[in-house]
């Protein structure tokens, strides 16, 4: 919970309260603006405090008399990933990070004010109905999305069950849109699947970063080691992230020194997080990126390229390089906040832009209205060219024709 040591909000909420008068804004008398005043003040305060590029106070209160709720203020700040959860937003967000809820399985960001498809979870329902990364979410049962936050969106896609919602999307260039209909379910997230394919070859794939997939990843290593695996495939696609720590965990494991990320709060303070010695995957290594890779994936993709200590296969990722802290509130709302960006471990700034993979192999485009509901049959007509590309490289690798850990020229792979 934030707690106050400052007149700060004081001050701001007295500032307001001229600004309003002297617009002559009868505020009072306007149904549903100004109904989080209250809250205003704490926010103002905590944004200046700890948002990474803060703007002035003016700017924020001029903002708010103009829009009438805190989160068309925080629009000021031009950062999809700051916004205020009332209550019941914020309780939604604890169930859908738990791992455990019911609703579709997609991952959404925010992209030039328009809500997107991050990634799908695989076998989950929205990706059974071909939702796919980018896809443009424009409305959810009617209701459009413009000017909603993240959290908001999530909260109608999210519900019971065996309901059905609606989602309506625009895909390419065209402008066309598409309604989705989609029956809810009840959502377990996985995190780590792995297999041994031929001649040695260790396949994992890596489905999000909960709090015990370094666990999972340990497990998987040292079982498919005992299967007789000599290196590995790291399968990040469609992989959206999630804890911050889980990704340095993971990473550590494949760098023996040198820096793993570095971020930067504001005023350009700077902490930099490095390897420890005792790296326990020494086999070569090729990772597997597309656009559904973001946020803790870049971070582990990012660091691996930089060291040298893998070849990178596939897209360019999605271009998350923001650090995200929740602040619980007294009323048991919350907001959430950038505190930092990140740059990888060679110093590159990856937000909005993605990281460029060394070897860049496209996927054969499925037909719009072919849906994963016949995967199997889908898997056996249509080859994963970015797999198959990526265990060549790994054989070459592995028998001493390239060498990825010594950080050779990654072109030499292709």
């Known amino acids: ?129 071909g939702l796919k990364p980018e896809d443009v979410i424009v409305a959810v049962d009617g209701n459009s999305t413009e000017g909603m936050t993240l959290q908001q969106t999530v909260n109608l896609i999210k519900g019971s069950r065996g309901t059905a919602v609606t989602i309506t999307i625009e ?3 065209d402008g066309v849109q598409k309604d989705i209909n989609i029956i809810r379910d009840g959502i377990k997230i996985p995190s780590v699947d792995s297999v041994l394919l031929e001649d040695g070859i260790g396949y994992i794939r890596l489905i999000t970063f909960s709090e015990d997939t370094d666990i999972e990843l340990d497990k998987a290593v040292n079982k498919l080691r005992q299967e007789g695996a000599k290196g590995f495939v790291l399968d990040l696609r469609l992989n959206p992230g999630g804890l911050l720590s889980t990704a340095l965990r993971i990473t550590d494991k494949f760098i023996k020194d040198g820096p793993i990320l570095h971020v930067v709060y504001k005023n350009d303070e700077k902490q930099t997080f490095w390897a420890s010695p005792w790296s326990n995957v020494n086999e070569p290594v090729v990772v597997l990126v597309d656009k559904g890779s973001a946020s803790a994936s870049e971070i582990l993709s990012g660091a691996l390229q930089d060291s040298g200590r893998a070849i990178l ?48 192999v496209e996927l054969p485009e499925l037909n719009d209205d072919t849906t994963t509901s016949g995967e199997d049959e889908i898997q056996e007509s249509i080859e994963d060219t970015q797999l198959l590309k990526a265990i060549e490289i790994l054989k070459r690798t592995m028998s001493g024709e390239i060498n990825a850990i010594e950080g050779l020229a990654l072109k030499k792979a292709s």
Not at 56 to 70: D, E, H, I, W
């Open 1 to 129: 919970m934030y707690k106050l040591n400052r007149r700060k909000p004081l001050i701001a909420g007295i500032l307001l309260v001229f600004l309003l008068l002297a617009a002559g804004i009868g505020w009072a008398m306007e149904t549903g603006r100004y109904s989080d005043l209250g809250q205003m003040p704490i926010i103002v305060t905590i944004v200046k405090n700890e948002y990474v590029d803060p703007p002035s106070t003016l700017q924020l209160l001029s903002a708010y008399v103009k829009t009438g709720n805190v989160n068309g203020m925080l629009k000021v700040l031009g950062d999809p990933y700051t916004y205020y959860m009332d209550p019941e937003t914020y309780e939604e967000m604890h169930t859908t990070t738990s791992g455990s809820y019911e609703g579709i399985g997609v991952i959404i960001g925010l992209r030039d004010d328009k809500i997107i498809v991050v990634a799908p979870f695989e076998g989950t329902p929205g990706d059974k109905a």
């Open 171 to 173: 895909r390419g260039q």
């Open 313 to 360: 296969v596939g897209t360019r990722t999605f271009g998350k390089g923001k650090v995200q802290s929740v602040v619980p509130l007294h009323d048991g709302s919350a907001l959430s906040v950038t505190v930092a960006k990140y740059l990888t471990a060679g110093g590159r700034d990856i937000n909005d832009k993605g990281i460029e993979p060394d070897v860049v």
